[in-house]
Every structure is written in structure tokens, then in C-alpha cells.
């Protein structure tokens, strides 16, 4: 049986549309859309009759529910290996400081 989750797991999240690096105004729109839907019980009928993205829903589900701009996830690996190429390259400067 699979795990499920009212939110996103760590890795749901990293790969997701919203991962851009920081928590920006539209992590914190979907995450009150959400937190608003769980409070009001529109998650209670979840996979019953209707299959909604408002209850707990296994990796593979958030995966597909965050996807968003398919481009983030490209963008953040490319960020994040540039940042990591920095480093290599000019981590002996700041060393001497």
C-alpha cells in the first residue's frame, strides 16, 4: 500500500512547480487554497466519487498535482549546478579571507 499525505513530501516538492528556491507568493496561494479546502471538508469524498487534488494523496499523485510549469524543475537543476560550479571554482578565494 502506498503512503499518502495531506502535503507534499520533500521529494514531491523539489521536483515540483512551485520549487523555484524560495517560498514566493504563489507556494503561499496554493498552500492557503489548500489549507482553506482541507478546513472547509472539501477533501472528505477523496478517491469516493470524486477524484479531486484536495485529499492526502500518494508521491506519485503530488507529483503530477505540482507540476505547474514543467520548466521550474529544469531551471532549479541548472541553478543549483551553477551555483555548485561557483563554489568549486572560487571556494579556495573566500578559504583565504
Do not use: H, Y
Not at 512547480?17 to 487554497?33: A, D, H, Y
Not at 505540482?66 to 572560487?90: E, I, R, W, Y
Amino acid at each position: 500500500m502506498d503512503k499518502v499525505s495531506w502535503w507534499p513530501r520533500p521529494q514531491a516538492w523539489a521536483a515540483s512547480g512551485l520549487n523555484v528556491g524560495f517560498w514566493s507568493t504563489r507556494c503561499e496561494e496554493w498552500f492557503q487554497k489548500r489549507l482553506g479546502n482541507i478546513r472547509e471538508g472539501v477533501s472528505r469524498i477523496r478517491n469516493t466519487r470524486v477524484n479531486d487534488d484536495n485529499g492526502p494523496m500518494t508521491a506519485t499523485r503530488w507529483k503530477r498535482s505540482l507540476k505547474f510549469n514543467p520548466g521550474t524543475n529544469k531551471m532549479m537543476k541548472n541553478v543549483d549546478a551553477a551555483c555548485s560550479q561557483f563554489l568549486a571554482d572560487n571556494a579556495t578565494v573566500f578559504a583565504e579571507f
